[in-house]
Every structure is written in C-alpha cells, then in structure tokens.
C-alpha cells in the first residue's frame, strides 16, 4: 500500500507564513511527481503546485511568488513553503504523488488526507 501523509497546517494571520510537508511511504517503485492541491468550501479542488523528479516546478498565478514547492534529499518528501499568506489561501491542502506502485505497471495519482490552512486576523 501507499500512504501520503501531511503535516504543517495550521491558524496564521494574513502576511505569516507556514511551511507544509508531505512524506510518501509504502511499496514504491518511483515516484514522477509530486506537488499540492487545495480546496476551499464551495469550491473545486484546485492546483497549487507541482515538482517533477528533475525539480521542474509549476505554479498558478495565484500563488506564484509567495509559494515555493520543493522535494527532499530521499525524493519521496515534498514541502511547500507558503509565504505573504492571505485569506483567500484558506483551504484544506492536499499532497498528491504520481508514483508507480513496485510490482504494478503504469503510473496512478495517490492523494493525502488533507491538512487545514486557515488565514484570518
């Protein structure tokens, strides 16, 4: 089996910032990318960022400047360093892996629980 866990979240006020990390963990072959999605009440889950193993890196316009994606040296963590953090950045924020699973052929999404973002005064 393969797990996502994250952790980092948590209460900030508008300017703070919070760095999150996610740890892949179980029977993996290789992992091709990893990154974050967030997803607020009413809305659609949406991307936030994304880091590929050669450390090419994606971000939408919305975060671009203040959030900064990264891998770890074992390549099965990711970080994502949230700075100038605003209101609108209040979210649940999941880690997603597109990994290949060891004795499986082709690559599947994997996704984390989710941990809370929230930005407020």
């Known amino acids: 089996q393969v797990q996502l866990a994250e952790s980092g979240g948590g209460l900030v006020q508008p300017g703070g910032s919070l760095r999150l990390s996610c740890a892949a963990s179980?029977?993996?072959?290789?992992?091709?990318?990893m990154g974050w999605y967030r997803q607020a009440p009413g809305k659609p889950r949406e991307l936030v960022a994304t880091i590929t193993e050669g450390g090419n890196t994606n971000y939408p316009d919305s975060v671009k400047g203040r959030f900064t994606v990264s891998r770890g040296n074992a390549k099965n963590t990711v970080y994502l360093q949230m700075n100038s953090l605003r209101p609108e950045d209040t979210a649940v924020y999941y880690c997603?892996?597109?990994?290949?699973?060891?004795?499986?052929?082709?690559?599947?999404?994997?996704w984390g629980q989710g941990t809370q973002v929230t930005v407020s005064s």
């Open positions: 179980g029977s993996i072959f290789k992992i091709n990318v």
């Open positions: 997603w892996a597109r990994l290949e699973p060891t004795g499986y052929s082709g690559w599947g999404d994997y």
